[in-house]
């Protein structure tokens, strides 16, 4: 799978609003929720604060939806995660939102975003805990129709048959993609033709196994109003789960909330806000920032290493000053250890959020990184999964079970018939590697 540059089209989620506007909006009401906020304890990096003071509806006994505002009981409390586990977040906190916000917005918000990142989702074969990747389908650049599975192989899609009278009768000549595709073909043909043998054909299918030397072309860039809702929600359930008073919280909610809220984010290159960024490892994260002496509580969002997002949750925030963050390699569900540098001065945070900088070429280098750590790693994971499945053909042609040894008058059949079924995948890695067709 390749992400060819030219396709990449990066959607501006964030929406049009004067600097001043901006600014005015968070002046002006900067202080007034002063006091409700009181984060008792002092703040350690990367630590999820708890609630120690009361506001009006929130207490360390009592939690209310983070959205709907709706008392949490046991029956409607949810496990939130903080980056959505369709793309491969593990950690989940309760006592954020009750179950009805948790769906509503699973399906809407987060499952947009995955269905779009699904490419991605295939290519790092993420974990998840429930639910596979969804099969997707993909045109190659010359044209052919695939299917891509979890599991990291491709199947043809049904292709249009190829009649041609002859003088044995009429041939119809296709390619499909697996047994039950040929089975579901072979039915229709019966249809048409009542003299059609299913079985006598299906015993003489052969199946071929191709590599494409052809890149699958797709196009890369989560937008739209869903997906940029489903990134603040993470950052906004990391700084309620760190014991925000949702209420402080203005600017999420005001877009959260409202249909045609104002976007309180937009991408962000200008520098590295991970201070210690593997160049090995492919991750997610959410990380916040409370600052009480400008007033402002910062989300960061990143995803697969590559769309990088500032968020202002809020410009009124009073606490104590924190910072709390989740990185997640979604390949491997294990937790990574990231720093962040979050420091903005609100003139800096203005023009981060309201930049109209051309961030592509950033952004291609971010997608480039991530592939080159990608793409190796699927392939490893082709060589795997062709290795097993050698051996399993081997062993069934020889009659041997699962738990019988190989005899030694067994070894040269077995080795000959391993090494039949891998040659296709390993002509194809080293035509790869090698930048031309073998
Ligand atoms: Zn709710």
Redesign the pocket.
Known sequence: MESRGKSLKPTRLRGTRAPEQLLVSRMGRAGAARGDVSLGTESKKGMVMRVIAEDETRSPTEFH?A??D?LLTPENNSREHLVPNGIGGQKAVRNV??K??NNRTGSAWDADLTKQLNPLNLLFAIKRDRGNVQAQDFTTVSGQQVRVHPEGHLTFLPQEPVCTQTEEGLRVQTRVGTMGEAKTFLSGMKRRYPKLDIEEQMRNLKMDRIYLNDPIFTQLSPGGPAAGRSFVKSAYTLAVASGVPPKICVEARAYLLAEDGVPCFDYFYKRDLVTNRSQERVFHCVAVQGDPATGQLIGYVELYSAWRMVICLSSQYTGHAFESSYAVDPSTGEEVALSFDLKFSREELRAACDSQDDYSGELLKALNAMMSIGYPASLARERERVLLRAVATAMERLGIGSGDCLQPEQVPEFSRIVSEEMTPCILHQMSIAHGRVV
């Open positions: 939806c959205l709907c709706v939102f009750c009805t916000c």
